[in-house]
Structure formats: structure tokens, C-alpha cells
């Protein structure tokens, strides 16, 4: 299997191995990686995974994209990555809530939200393309996070043989909870800095490093290091969760919620449109899905674009109790563009975007996307009465993302009369956002988000996660903080630390 670029117009598009995708992370002409072809899999392959583990289940399905990597490699990256010290309960349960509507929970890790379902395994898949790929040299992790991807990039990359990892986060930008969660990262090659300023200073500051070339020749011959990102445009953080979409259905029919060959529903709380763009290749690959159902926050630029054709990032940004779906350019859109339009209007749709700030997809191109897709979104007084809601109604806890989804999938299956099952992806933890949470609840928002997860956990009796559970008490390891302007310095003394 190979990985070509989105953007690649050439008759002879270059083409990748899929270390070598992991390993770049973005094209050379700024497009992401996207598989040559897709693998299919038929009605009876998928009925045989219904009995396997989560990690066989992962380890056949990433064998069809990962060619180039060895069974016995993927054995090792799936068992490790998924393992039960590392989501305690299984990998990604699925629950009941009614009849029709089921929750796939995909914050059992040691972060406590999806990001770690991609982040447990990349680093390691990561690992084994630079060995492929014949690299020798040192690799740095460079991360600006606004709270989530930080830590579960740190979860995933410590102890990682051959490569480092540093983080950058806005001190001011992240929740109490979030910044004791990076503060007490262990593992011997993390590092972790606070920047005076908000996350925008942080990402700034980490793509002014990534663009210096004279910076990065100087690391490169004098302390033989390369730099690399953990985004989640690279393929080796989309790629596993395409399993999970997998794994679910399996589950349903182990369930006897549906039969081999119904079709399900899923309902994905989307930011960067990478989770959703999964469940999409997914259903190319033959699994039995209906609906995509696209849920936005607010920030509702995917909604606007299922609807008229028109991606316009032109508009009001708003912080919400959704905040990792707080984003105006989604990213992965482009592979989406890239496999109905082509790499031509893909390419001209992306310079559209960076110059004027918006596009219009043809209207037979938005046809074949709204066969698969449809945009709701939630407003913030929806999303929090749909928490209130789910907690009276059914008894479970669900967190402000996984609300937005609830809302939205019951909004399709009311307005849309369709009655397929339909499953919500909840992407994290309700203790993750405990002070939301328990503000939409019980109407009054706890003094601080870390007095929130025992208020919580005391009026729902639902326990904290362990990862969540002694937060206060944890060793803090790294205190500094500093000025954007030192990022780079602060980076060149890492550096030459190693
Ligand atoms: C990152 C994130 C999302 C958005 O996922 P995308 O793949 O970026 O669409 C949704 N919910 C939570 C909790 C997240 O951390």
C-alpha cells in the first residue's frame, strides 16, 4: 500500500510507503497523505473480528494500510499500545443508552480522552519507521497544545528509545487540571515549558522553529537531531482510528443490537475532522454505515459547509465548554476534498482558503459528499441541558463534547426520521470537563476545576478515572515558564542537553 499526496496533481503521482508518511507527517507541497486505494473488507471479514480482542481487531485492520510493516511489528505496537495497564476496561466499550442510541467510549486511556486511542500506538509506530527509513539521527517531539493533545503526546511518546519529546502550553490558556497534568509528566526523555502568553504565542513560536532552516541545519550536524511534530494531520494518528469504528460494530452485533450487514449510524463530535474522516474510510472499506453525521459546536464552519457547499473560516471565533472542537480550519476536510474532487480542485480549493479565507465545493462534488455526511450542531445552552438531560433521563455521565454528539444525533434521528442505530462517539471523559459538567448539572460552577472532580464523583457516585484521581497530589516536575520570544533558546538548551 502506498500514500500519495493530497494535493499531488502529477499524471505519475510520488508515491510513499507508509513509514515514510509517518516519518514526513506533511507532504512536500503542504498536502497530507492519503492511501493509493482502499483496502475492502467483506461482510464475513468483519463478522471474524466480532470474536477477537480490541488489539487483534486493531492489528488486522492496520495490517491493510501498514504493508510495510512486519505482523510481529504491529503484534508489538497494537498489544503494547492498547494494553490493559494502559486502558484499564478495554480499549473502546461501547454503552447502551436507549434502544437506538449507543455511546462509543473512546476515553478509557491513560490520558483520559480519544486522543490517546491515536497517541498510545503512533509514537510507537513512529519508532519503527525511523528504524525502516534508515534515520540515525536523534528525534525531537516539538508540541504546542492548548491542553489535550499535550498530554496525551507526553502519555505516548515517554520512554519512546531514540526520541524526545517538548511540550509548549499557554499558562494561561489551560484548565488547573490540564497544566498538573503536564507539570507531573513522567518518563526520562518529556520536557514541559509554560509560555507567557496564549496558545496561539505557543503554536507561533513552535512554527517559527519548525521554519527556521538555518536553526535546524545547526541541530542537525552539530547534535544530530531532526525535528518532527505530533499533529494530527499525520497519517500515523489517523490510521488507528479507523478500528475503533470497526471494533464498535463488531460490538453491536455482539450485542444483538443489529445483525451482520445493518447499517449504523455514527454521530461524531468533530474539531479537525480527523475522527469523522476515519469513520469515513471505514465505511469505503465496507463496513455497514448510513450516516455520518458531522457535530459541531458553536464554532459551526462544518455544519455551514454540509449545508451549502461553502467552507468559509471568515466568521466570529467562540470559546466554548467544547473547547477541543474550538477550530475554524479543519484540517482533514482536505482528504475528504482530495478523494471526491480530486487532487486538481483540491489543490486550488487549499490556496483559496489561505488566500481569501474560503471556497465553494461543485454541487455534483457536495452530492456524493451528502450521501455520506450530514451537519448539526449544538449551541452551548444545548449542549449543557443535553448533559442534564442524559444524567436525569439515563443515568450516564457524559462530558460537554460527547453532549454536543448526543444532541445532534437525536436532532438527525427527530428531523431526519431515520431510525438506524445510531452510535455518539464520546471522545472524553466527563471528569475531563468536570466543572462544566457539573455546572450544567447542578447549575452553579464549582470554585476550581480540580474541586470539581470530587464534587462530581460525590453527587453522581460515578468514580474518577485513575489517571484524574490523585491530580492534586502528584510530584510537580517542571515549573518553568517563560517568554515566547525564549522558545527557541529554550528548545537549543534541550537540545544540547540530550
Ligand atoms: C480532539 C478532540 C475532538 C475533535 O476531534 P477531531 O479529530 O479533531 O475532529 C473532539 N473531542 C475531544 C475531547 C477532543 O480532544
Not at 480490541?54 to 497494537?78: G, M, P, V
Not at 516539538?142 to 519529546?165: C, F, H, M, Q, R
Not at 484548565?175 to 526520562?188: E, R, W
Request: aromatic share 10%; with cysteine; hydrophobic share 40%.
Amino acid at each position: 500500500m502506498n500514500y500519495v499526496s493530497t494535493r499531488d496533481t502529477s499524471k505519475d503521482k510520488l508515491s510513499y510507503t507508509s513509514a515514510e508518511a509517518i516519518k514526513l507527517g506533511l507532504a512536500f507541497d503542504g498536502g497530507l497523505f492519503i492511501p493509493r486505494e482502499i483496502p475492502a473488507l467483506s461482510l464475513n471479514d468483519i463478522g471474524a473480528l466480532k470474536d477477537l480482542s480490541y488489539t487483534d481487531r486493531a492489528k488486522k485492520i492496520l495490517s491493510l494500510f501498514l504493508t510495510d510493516y512486519t505482523d510481529e511489528e504491529l503484534e508489538q505496537c497494537c498489544s503494547e499500545a492498547y494494553c490493559e495497564d494502559s486502558f484499564k476496561g478495554g480499549a473502546a466499550p461501547i454503552y447502551k443508552i436507549n434502544d437506538s442510541l449507543y455511546s462509543l467510549e473512546l476515553w478509557h486511556g491513560p490520558t483520559c480522552a480519544f486522543k490517546d486511542m491515536a497517541l498510545q500506538i503512533m509514537p510507537k509506530l513512529l519508532s519503527k519507521a525511523l528504524v525502516k527509513t534508515n534515520e540515525t539521527r536523534k528525534t525531537l517531539i516539538l508540541v504546542a497544545t492548548s491542553g489535550d493533545t499535550g498530554k496525551a503526546a507526553l502519555e505516548g511518546y515517554k520512554n519512546i528509545e531514540g526520541i524526545n519529546i517538548m511540550v509548549f502550553y499557554p499558562n494561561d490558556g489551560v484548565s488547573t487540571v490540564q497544566k498538573l497534568q503536564m507539570a507531573s509528566q513522567t518518563g526520562n526523555n518529556v520536557n514541559v515549558c509554560a509560555i507567557h502568553g496564549n496558545f496561539d504565542d505557543a503554536q507561533n513560536g513552535v512554527k517559527s522553529i519548525f521554519s527556521d532552516k538555518a536553526f535546524k541545519e545547526v541541530i542537525n550536524d552539530e547534535n544530530g537531531v531532526i525535528l518532527s511534530s505530533a499533529n494530527s494531520i499525520n497519517w500515523g494518528r489517523l490510521v488507528p482510528q479507523i478500528v475503533y469504528y470497526f471494533s464498535a460494530y463488531c460490538d453491536l452485533l455482539d450485542n444483538a443490537a443489529i445483525s451482520l450487514g445493518d447499517k449504523v449510524n455514527f454521530c461524531v463530535p468533530t474539531g479537525n475532522f480527523g475522527n469523522i474522516f476515519a469513520a469515513y474510510i471505514a465505511k469505503l472499506m465496507g463496513l455497514p454505515i448510513n450516516k455520518l453525521i458531522c457535530a459541531s459546536n458553536s464554532n459551526n464552519v462544518l455544519t455551514d459547509f454540509f449545508k451549502t457547499g461553502e467552507y468559509n473560516k471568515k466568521r466570529e471565533f467562540h470559546s466554548t465548554i467544547s473547547p477541543s472542537m474550538d477550530i475554524l480550519i479543519s484540517s482533514n476536510l482536505e482528504r475528504l476534498l482530495s478523494f471526491i474532487c480530486g487532487s486538481e480542485k483540491t489543490q486550488s480549493y487549499m490556496t483559496m482558503l489561505a488566500n481569501e479565507g474560503n471556497y465553494k465545493v461543485d454541487a455534483e462534488d457536495m452530492e456524493k459528499i451528502n450521501a455520506s455526511f450530514v451537519g448539526l450542531w449544538a449551541n452551548e445552552s444545548d449542549t449543557a441541558s443535553t448533559i442534564k438531560n442524559v444524567w436525569t433521563k439515563y443515568g450516564y455521565l457524559i462530558d460537554t463534547h460527547t453532549a454536543v454528539a448526543v444532541k445532534c444525533a437525536e436532532e438527525y434521528r427527530r428531523d431526519f426520521t431515520d431510525n438506524t442505530v445510531t452510535v455518539a462517539v464520546s471522545t472524553a471523559s466527563p471528569y475531563k470537563f468536570a466543572a462544566d459538567v457539573y455546572a450544567s448539572i447542578y447549575g452553579k460552577k464549582p470554585e476550581s476545576d480540580v474541586a470539581a472532580l470530587a464534587l462530581l464523583s460525590e453527587k453522581t457516585g460515578v468514580e474518577i478515572p485513575y489517571p484524574l484521581a490523585d491530580i492534586e497530589k502528584r510530584e510537580i516536575r517542571f515549573k518553568k515558564s517563560i517568554d515566547p520570544a525564549n522558545m527557541k533558546n529554550e528548545v537549543s538548551d534541550y537540545i544540547k542537553s540530550l
